[in-house]
């Protein structure tokens, strides 16, 4: 078995932390149960680019338990927890390649190295592992049935490969499931970006500026926390349904310019590239905090920034201090890269047992019929959805109605009026 890790001396408290994590995943553990009994993937090698989390960790031990053979690397830098990483191959032979803070070279060495297993199926973050299959890998893409994609983010990239014509397998859009972005991207980066922003900085949020760049779900989720906790939230749109909703939902709503001198946390969630610029910088008030979670570091101009850096240093482990040519101080946060991993561990388990219930069956989907599917990226189909969302109302001890046998011929039918 290869793998490149850390330290697999760290394997112990990536078990524990793997434990816990799996206590808040109670549907993904039901689809493990069902797994290990009909071995679905059984001959599946399965190629994973994801935050390598404990989260994550849960969910290839799931995969293996279906019988598939397992390959993951990280899909961001700063995301990887070692310990996870160590815990996976120490403990469940499943070949690792992610190592916390490693270079650019390092993490797509790590993405050639699962892609070298052959695999079957993909399973991206960002589709940085699709990309590389189709420019510098396309010998491999005849093995592939087909693949899974988490994020916005990727979502956008894989559409516009599909819309290209150069998207050579089918590819489940895993973060358009109702029982994903509904939870995951708004509770999830809700609460754990504000986590990893308070992590790096210690700093009070009650009675700031929070300026939140982007109301997709992510978006809304970080507004809402982010007023929960005290602050006077702006958001910046440039979707004009999008900033109606924020305004109707009660926050300021304003041009970036605008928003730039009256801030004193910035964070980024949009999916898009430069999304604060030098011109923006320049604006902000001394001490600015400046922060990203969307799924890329491009989001932040951070070479613009540098342009206008006379002195920089490093204040704390994850915040870096911009001197600027006008005297002013901007402290970026994780070097730009998504701050809610960078500085904390990722979302909470309990909305991750259902984005990776998600995958795991979309993977078992995706064997049994992604040869009937066109090169297209596909909706997660609305059965694995909605027995999601069952699972894990039951799970939380919730019961709601069903409908009667007269309501379901009401809605059926036309003849029924006023």
Not at 17 to 39: G, N, T
Not at 304 to 327: D, P, Q
Request: hydrophobic share 40%; net charge neutral.
């Amino acid at each position: 078995m290869d793998y490149h890790v850390k330290d697999l001396k760290l394997a112990r408290e990536g078990k524990l932390r793997s434990e816990w994590a799996a206590q808040e995943m109670p549907v993904l553990k039901q689809i493990e149960e069902r797994f290990k009994k009909e071995k679905p993937l059984k001959g599946v090698k399965v190629a994973a680019c994801l935050h390598v989390t404990t989260e994550t960790g849960n969910l290839m031990t799931t995969l293996k338990a279906g019988g598939a053979e397992a390959y993951l690397c990280a899909s961001n830098p700063l995301s990887t927890q070692d310990d996870v990483a160590a815990h996976l191959v120490k403990n469940h032979k499943i070949s690792v390649f992610a190592i916390k803070g490693e270079n650019t070279k390092t993490y797509y060495k790590h993405i050639n190295a699962v892609l070298a297993a052959r695999p079957h199926v993909t399973m991206d973050d960002g589709a940085d592992l699709v990309s590389t299959l189709h420019t510098n890998r396309k010998d491999l893409i005849d093995d592939v049935i087909g693949g899974t994609e988490e994020t916005t983010t990727g979502v956008i990239r894989l559409k516009s490969m599909a819309d290209d014509g150069v998207l050579q397998y089918p590819i489940v859009a895993v973060n358009n499931a109702d029982t994903k972005h509904l939870f995951d991207n708004r509770y999830g980066t809700g609460q754990s970006t504000l986590d990893g922003i308070i992590r790096a900085t210690n700093r009070l949020v009650s009675g700031t500026t929070f300026v939140v760049a982007g109301y997709g779900w992510c978006g809304k989720g970080l507004a809402m926390r982010a007023r929960g906790l005290g602050a006077n939230v702006i958001v910046t749109e440039v979707e004009p349904l999008a900033g109606l909703e924020a305004t109707m939902d009660g926050f300021r709503v304003m041009t970036m310019e605008k928003a730039a001198p009256l801030g004193d946390f910035f964070c980024t969630v949009t999916g898009n590239i430069h999304v604060i610029r030098k011109k923006h910088f320049q604006k902000m008030k001394d001490g600015a905090i400046v922060a990203n979670s969307g799924h890329f570091n491009v989001e932040l101009d951070l070479d613009a920034l540098g342009e206008i850096t006379t002195s920089k240093r490093a204040m704390r482990e994850y915040v870096e201090e911009h001197t600027l040519e006008n005297g002013r101080r901007i402290n970026v946060l994780g070097g730009g890269r998504l701050i809610n991993l960078a500085a904390a561990e990722g979302h909470p388990s309990s909305v991750m047992d259902m984005s990776f219930a998600n995958q795991a069956l979309c993977c078992e989907y995706m064997v049994k019929n992604g040869g009937a599917l066109e090169n297209d990226v596909h909706d997660v189909p609305e059965k694995i959805d909605r027995l999601i969302s069952k699972i894990k109302l039951k799970t939380l001890g919730v019961t709601i109605d069903t409908l009667t046998a007269e309501q379901k011929k009401y809605l059926s039918s036309w003849q029924v009026g006023t």
